[in-house]
């Protein structure tokens, strides 16, 4: 996190506060600043505060409620949900969610991603919300494939997986192995 402070007649010192305790002071006054772990404190919603004295004494104090660490990372999964009837091809979804309840401590998808190895190098990114659903794409297979889907939440926090895909080919019913 990082604070601006300014006094006319300098600043001695910056404190850095989580949830009313002391974590921490700036090194540099001029440009407070100080890296908070969030996997060290519970997850959910955190209190930051900032506090900043001058050279008299005197004190001035910021803080702000609200501020969410999320340090699970999302769920992610793959199912096959058509038939190749007469065609080297099913829909596969990906189906994706950040666990946790939905006011504290999730902070929601921020993307997701599906790729196949041999049909499509560049995953297809979806942007989507913090509560989508799963979405489809279609994956032109035969025989076992590999496939790779990976959602990533709001707080950076990422989940990717691998799965082995069959599709017969000549038709027949797509699994995920
Ligand atoms: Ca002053
Ligand atoms: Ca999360």
Redesign the pocket.
């Known amino acids: 996190m990082k604070s601006t402070v300014s006094?006319?007649?300098g600043v001695v010192s910056v404190d850095f506060y989580l949830d009313d305790v002391r974590i921490g002071s700036a090194a540099d006054v001029t440009n407070p600043a100080l890296d908070i772990v969030s996997t060290n404190y519970l997850e959910g919603l955190h209190k930051i505060g900032v506090v900043a004295t001058?050279?008299?004494g005197?004190t001035a104090s910021v803080s702000v409620n609200n501020i969410m660490f999320d340090n699970t990372a999302p769920n992610v999964s793959l199912s096959a949900s058509t038939t190749a009837a007469g065609g080297w091809y099913c829909n596969m979804t990906i189906g994706f969610s950040d666990p946790g309840d939905a006011l504290v401590a999730r902070s929601g998808i921020a993307s997701a991603s599906m790729s196949h190895i041999s049909l499509n190098p560049n995953p297809t990114v979806y942007a989507v919300g913090p509560d989508a659903g799963s979405k489809v794409q279609l994956i032109n297979i035969s025989n076992t494939q590999t496939v790779s889907v990976s959602a990533t939440d709001r707080a950076g926090n990422v989940t990717s997986k691998s799965y082995s895909v069959n599709l017969p080919f000549e038709g027949g019913v797509c699994s995920v192995l």
């Open positions: 006094d006319a007649n001058d050279v008299a005197n």
